[in-house]
């Protein structure tokens, strides 16, 4: 199983590399940034499953990089503060941080409400798909109750493993999924660290997709990380 993937964004390197010792036996995959705006590229780039973030950093602060965050992205963010009054917290709250912890918290209590913001995001994110009947992303409709899938009003005909492998796609376009969440999502079973059979399924979605892996209108590899269906690539197929 993979572990859960987490960003701290904190110039106290002391604290990051702690945070990191602690969290890493526990199951978690644990990339650290220093700064602000390396920090929000970061995780805007990559599919974490938090953020933990400093409101006290160099250059962009903590507030600044989630506010720019929450314009493209809903990830768990627990914020983390040298400041301990009450506007502080509230101000941070208003601009979306899920918890907010003075930097005085022990790793115990920094792990609980770390464990308690994944699991509302989980919950959360279960209501949301179990709600969602229909993904569209351009001229690709999905239909999630019927399990059949149309490119610009043609039926495509998928196998149960390529139907979910697009509908994880569609339902995360714009975003990488890795290999390894897709076979997760997909074949419900453990995989090993060098199974390419999803790139088969790929590939055989791209030539049902009419797409071209060196020229993509709808399915992007990205090099080292994984697949992402094209939000603009719709427009790009008419």
């Known amino acids: 199983m993979s572990e859960t993937p987490l960003l701290i964004i904190d110039d106290d390197m002391k604290l990051a590399r702690l945070l990191k010792d602690y969290l890493t036996p526990l199951g978690y995959e644990v990339d650290v940034v220093h700064n602000g705006a390396a920090g929000l ?8 499953a938090a953020v933990i973030l400093d409101v006290m950093l160099p250059g962009m602060n903590g507030m600044e ?7 493209e992205s809903n990830v768990p963010v627990l914020m983390l503060t040298a400041l301990g009054d009450e506007p ?3 101000a941070g709250l208003e601009v979306g941080a899920d918890d907010y912890v003075p930097k005085a918290f022990s790793t115990r209590e920094l792990l609980a409400r770390l464990r308690a913001v994944l699991r509302r995001s989980q919950m959360s994110a279960r209501v ?3 709600a969602e009947s229909v993904v569209t992303v351009g001229e690709l409709r999905i239909d999630v109750d019927a399990r059949t899938a ?3 009003g043609e039926m495509l005909v998928l196998t149960p493993i390529e139907f979910d492998m697009l509908l994880s796609l569609g339902r995360a376009a714009g975003r990488v999924k890795s290999r390894e969440q897709l076979l997760l999502e997909v074949a419900e079973r453990d ?3 060098f199974d390419r059979s999803i790139d088969v399924h790929i590939s055989s979605l791209r030539r049902k997709l009419n797409d071209d892996a060196k020229n993509p ?6 090099r080292g990380a994984g697949y992402r269906l094209k939000k603009a690539g719709a427009e790009a197929a008419q």
């Open 65 to 71: 990089v989630l506010r720019e965050l929450r314009r």
């Open 150 to 152: 149309e490119l610009q």
């Open 41 to 48: 590229k970061k995780a805007m780039e990559q599919p974490y």
């Open 88 to 90: 502080d917290r509230i």
């Open 128 to 130: 949301r798909l179990e």
């Open 217 to 222: 209108q709808w399915i992007e590899t990205v």
């Open 191 to 193: 995989f090993e660290v």
